[in-house]
């Protein structure tokens, strides 16, 4: 016999306990038990219930254990449901942490958008369940509206109908002026920092739109009025900017070019 872990031979190890535990004829029909292990051991990786097979007829392997008293046994039992539960109790609680979140955020944001003391007395009239519902659903709007790119869209259209709009060339230089090439455009939602940028943009824009009512519009009395003309002013002003920008960019991937090598003197 020969051991296909060690390739030992009765010979070298007379004592050594050998098993058979597949399949396999010829070379690879006998093992040491404690190579056998050792090799077991390896492919668990520290996982004693994984089932492991032979690598050449695979088998799976017979492997028993000693029998357990009643007190290891209900411990064990009880390790592997607590293990079992884990995964679906970390996920309950981590859905529960955000949704809360997202009620907090949702009523932060509703006494600062109406005001502090008008936000209080419209959640202590609403109804609770009306409120559970609702309130969460405010960063999700906020998100969702985020990712609505409409300065892209705008800017298409201006390049595409500018050269009718001849005002628009003198706000927005090289808006309807033919380009060399079509440059190719990222997806934005593709970088993981963009989606992120997405997230803190959408949750911190009440606080933006508040702080921009209070500078541009300090005449209008109504908290939810003036946030309101706040926020479409910066989204406004947010979007010329941005919509000004994108179009430098494009023109400059518009115009690139790729130079000669240089050649070296005495080549």
Known sequence: ????????TDEDDRTAEWVRPCRCRGSTKWVHQTCLQRWVDEKQRGNSTARVACPQCNA?????FPKLGPVVYVLDLADRLISKACPF??????VGSIYWTAVTYGAV???QVVGHKEGLDVMERADPLFLLIGLPTIPVMLILGKMIRWEDYVLRLWRKYSNKL??????FPGIGCPVPRIPAEANPLADHVSATRILCGALVFPTIATIVGKLMFSSVNSNLQRT?????????IKGAFKVYFKQQQYLRQA?????????????
């Open 228 to 236: 309101i003309l706040g926020g479409i002013a910066f989204v406004a």
């Open 1 to 8: 016999r020969s051991c296909w872990v060690c390739f030992a």
């Open 166 to 171: 001849q005002i628009l060339n003198s706000i």
């Open 255 to 267: 115009h690139r070019k790729i130079l000669n090598y240089p050649e070296q003197e005495g080549a």
């Open 89 to 94: 109790a970390a996920a309950g609680i981590m």
């Open 109 to 111: 944001t509703v006494m």
């Open 60 to 64: 799976e392997y017979l492997i028993v």
